[in-house]
């Protein structure tokens, strides 16, 4: 077999396609492994450039041939398709992969260690329990209404309304049952959510990029350490424009003929990342038509032309940015070089 210098995996469950060429760019390899025979055929290979799609289990294999002297690199599925010819197959996608990691334009996926994913499986897991207790709120509240009785919206406002309703003489017995436990499965809800943050506010307080981050007006513990989790290393973008656009926060260009036509933000990107980014910026947003904080001039008269939300996308593009730069140069925030800041602290 000629020497291999660049190898496409399109992985699965339990099969894994194959596809490598040589110096020549000519085909050498085509091959189907089973899942248990994946480190055995890769460990008797020299070391090569192996690329794979950053899906379920590719930061996994990443690990694994690397360990074996491989350089892997992984890439985003839509980077990809444009790649693949008709007739999509496995065979295809590996090709599709091995023709897409060898041009120069590709941007890769930086491969994340184990606790890189632990870190990131606490935010998941807390975003999904936020996800549960909304639900179960929003059921508690529609059940509740049926039968006449209603409260004002927040979280506070649901146990006295489960208590509300266990003692409601017009509710019916076998309602109370399903109502306390409802309220049953909320409060445990709340208890792991409870723990789940302090877990993230542990890891955060012993990141030291989470914290620098935290002084950016907009950027809280939770902002923080999901641009920490979710950019493990930032010198992958080339510029913190890069970076706003990776998450979204640009405008969708449908240019041509030399006529700009700029429409709403792509929203590519990490959709939980980009709505706390625009959270907080809503937050600062707030405080500054209430004079608090610094006085940034050009959110003022950014919010005289153009809608809140706008103005809150608009600021969480340059909140990212900031951030990106942080990141990467290791200083700290600055307030006094943002354009128009008055310097005035609250």
């Given at each position: 077999?000629?020497?291999?210098?660049?190898?496409?995996?399109?992985t699965?469950?339990?099969?894994?396609?194959?596809?490598?060429?040589?110096?020549?760019?000519?085909?050498?390899?085509?091959?189907?492994?089973?899942?248990?025979?994946?480190?055995?055929f890769?460990?008797?290979?020299?070391?090569?450039?192996?690329?794979?799609?950053?899906?379920?289990?590719?930061?996994?294999?990443?690990?694994?041939?690397?360990?074996?002297?491989?350089?892997v690199?992984?890439?985003?599925?839509?980077?990809i398709?444009?790649y693949?010819?008709?007739?999509?197959?496995?065979?295809?996608?590996?090709?599709?992969?091995?023709?897409?990691?060898?041009?120069?334009?590709m941007?890769?996926?930086?491969?994340?260690?184990?606790?890189?994913?632990?870190?990131?499986?606490?935010a998941?897991?807390?975003?999904?329990?936020?996800?549960?207790?909304?639900?179960?709120?929003?059921?508690?509240?529609?059940?509740?209404?049926?039968?006449?009785?209603?409260?004002?919206?927040?979280?506070?406002?649901?146990?006295?309304l489960?208590?509300?309703?266990?003692?409601?003489?017009?509710?019916?017995?076998?309602?109370?049952?399903?109502?306390?436990?409802?309220?049953?499965?909320?409060?445990?809800?709340?208890?792991?959510?409870?723990a789940?943050d302090?877990?993230?506010?542990?890891?955060?307080?012993?990141?030291?990029?989470?914290?620098?981050?935290?002084?950016?007006?907009?950027?809280?513990?939770?902002?923080?350490?999901?641009?920490?989790?979710?950019?493990?290393?930032?010198?992958?973008?080339?510029?913190?424009?890069?970076?706003?656009?990776?998450?979204?926060?640009?405008?969708?260009?449908?240019?041509?003929?030399?006529?700009?036509?700029?429409?709403?933000?792509?929203?590519?990107?990490?959709?939980?990342?980009?709505?706390?980014?625009?959270?907080?910026?809503?937050?600062?947003?707030?405080?500054?038509?209430?004079?608090r904080?610094?006085?940034?001039?050009?959110?003022?008269?950014?919010?005289k032309r153009?809608?809140?939300?706008?103005?809150?996308?608009?600021?969480?593009?340059?909140?990212a940015?900031?951030?990106?730069?942080?990141?990467?140069?290791?200083?700290?925030?600055?307030?006094?070089?943002?354009?128009?800041?008055?310097?005035v602290?609250?």
């Amino acid at each position: 077999m000629k020497q291999i210098i660049r190898i496409g995996m399109d992985t699965s469950k339990h099969f894994f396609q194959l596809h490598g060429v040589d110096t020549a760019e000519q085909v050498v390899l085509r091959k189907k492994l089973k899942r248990k025979d994946v480190l055995e055929f890769f460990g008797k290979l020299p070391p090569t450039v192996i690329g794979m799609e950053a899906c379920g289990a590719g930061h996994y294999w990443a690990r694994e041939l690397r360990a074996l002297g491989h350089e892997v690199r992984l890439m985003a599925p839509q980077h990809i398709k444009a790649y693949v010819k008709r007739n999509k197959n496995d065979g295809r996608d590996a090709e599709g992969l091995c023709e897409a990691m060898s041009r120069p334009t590709m941007q890769f996926v930086a491969v994340k260690s184990e606790q890189q994913q632990a870190a990131l499986m606490l935010a998941g897991v807390r975003q999904q329990l936020i996800a549960r207790r909304t639900q179960l709120g929003n059921a508690i509240r529609g059940y509740a209404a049926e039968f006449g009785l209603i409260a004002a919206r927040g979280l506070d406002k649901l146990e006295p309304l489960l208590e509300q309703l266990a003692q409601a003489p017009s509710v019916p017995e076998l309602a109370r049952e399903m109502f306390a436990m409802q309220g049953r499965d909320y409060t445990r809800l709340q208890e792991e959510l409870k723990a789940v943050d302090k877990k993230l506010l542990a890891w955060h307080r012993a990141n030291a990029d989470s914290r620098r981050l935290t002084q950016i007006p907009g950027v809280g513990p939770i902002g923080a350490t999901l641009l920490v989790m979710k950019m493990p290393d930032p010198r992958t973008f080339p510029s913190g424009r890069h970076f706003a656009a990776w998450l979204g926060l640009t405008p969708k260009d449908h240019s041509t003929a030399g006529k700009t036509r700029l429409g709403k933000i792509t929203r590519a990107g990490d959709e939980m990342l980009r709505s706390v980014l625009v959270a907080g910026a809503t937050a600062v947003i707030q405080q500054a038509r209430r004079s608090r904080g610094r006085q940034l001039r050009w959110l003022l008269d950014l919010l005289k032309r153009k809608p809140p939300k706008l103005a809150a996308v608009a600021l969480a593009n340059k909140i990212a940015r900031i951030a990106w730069k942080l990141m990467t140069t290791g200083e700290s925030y600055d307030g006094t070089r943002m354009p128009g800041a008055s310097g005035v602290a609250a």
